[in-house]
């Protein structure tokens, strides 16, 4: 294993690929302008690392979502705090963002990449209402949200907008979060018809 490569480990949200090869990458370029990257991998060799990013039809790797620099900025330390809270109580050591590649366990990754699509063409001034409703739902519910949209409207690029991603964006940036029947109506009933299985039954491991 290369120094780099066990250096993206160490400093990684939780990601051990002994317990699961799948997991998403936070791409962070250098400056304070230019967008971030979010990817989704399922596959991990122990020399180069994860499986190359693409926006490509392919799953393993994928881009799911690019979000411009200020939007990274509102929701990145948010973030950083509520899976670092969920480490600590695994019983693992935290994370931090850093320039290049940010290593997220599968089930943070999912959560975050739910958060992104909810902002990522949602006025700036709304964002704060994304991370209160966000941090409204209990991980089960990001988990579906995240399971039906990415099935529905998941490249990261061709599907900006459109359906799932479109239906987060004014759930989670509108509609405050206060109760159950909130979390409920969040998803258009046209949305939860079409979706397989019970509302929130969380996704299989991977």
Not at 17 to 34: L, N, Q, Y
Not at 49 to 72: E, F, T
Not at 151 to 156: I, L, N, Q, R
């Given at each position: 294993?290369?120094?780099?490569?066990?250096?993206?480990?160490?400093?990684?949200?939780?990601?051990?690929?002994?317990?699961?090869?799948?997991?998403?990458?936070?791409?962070?370029?250098?400056?304070?302008?230019?967008?971030?990257?979010?990817?989704?991998?399922?596959?991990w060799d122990?020399?180069?690392?994860?499986?190359?990013?693409?926006?490509?039809?392919?799953?393993?790797?994928?881009?799911?979502?690019?979000?411009?620099?200020?939007?990274?900025?509102?929701?990145?330390?948010?973030?950083?705090?509520?899976?670092?809270?969920?480490?600590?109580?695994?019983?693992?050591?935290?994370?931090?963002?850093?320039?290049?590649?940010?290593?997220?366990?599968?089930?943070?990754?999912?959560?975050?990449?739910?958060?992104?699509?909810?902002?990522?063409?949602?006025?700036?001034?709304?964002?704060?209402?994304?991370?209160?409703?966000?941090?409204?739902?209990?991980?089960?519910?990001?988990?579906?949200?995240?399971?039906?949209?990415?099935?529905?409207?998941?490249?990261?690029?061709?599907?900006?907008?459109?359906?799932?991603?479109?239906?987060?964006?004014?759930?989670?940036?509108?509609?405050?979060?206060?109760?159950?029947?909130?979390i409920e109506?969040m998803v258009?009933?046209?949305?939860?018809?079409?979706?397989?299985?019970?509302?929130?039954?969380?996704?299989?491991?991977?």
């Open positions: 294993m290369s120094g780099k490569i066990a250096t993206e480990l160490r400093n990684s949200f939780g990601f051990d690929p002994d317990e699961s090869m799948h997991h998403f990458v936070v791409t962070i370029p250098r400056g304070s302008t230019a967008n971030i990257q979010i990817s989704e991998h399922f596959t122990p020399e180069v690392g994860s499986s190359v990013v693409s926006l490509g039809a392919q799953l393993d790797g994928q881009i799911r979502v690019v979000l411009a620099r200020a939007k990274w900025d509102a929701i990145a330390d948010e973030v950083r705090a509520e899976m670092n809270r969920r480490l600590r109580r695994m019983g693992r050591k935290t994370g931090s963002w850093r320039v290049g590649s940010n290593l997220v366990r599968r089930e943070l990754g999912k959560e975050l990449v739910l958060l992104a699509w909810a902002i990522e063409d949602a006025d700036p001034s709304l964002i704060q209402n994304a991370v209160a409703n966000w941090n409204g739902l209990v991980p089960e519910e990001r988990w579906w949200l995240y399971t039906q949209t990415a099935a529905a409207t998941g490249h990261g690029v061709n599907d900006r907008n459109k359906g799932w991603r479109k239906a987060l964006r004014y759930a989670l940036t509108e509609n405050p979060v206060t109760s159950r029947t909130d109506a258009p009933e046209y949305f939860r018809q079409a979706a397989a299985g019970p509302l929130f039954k969380p996704p299989p491991e991977s």
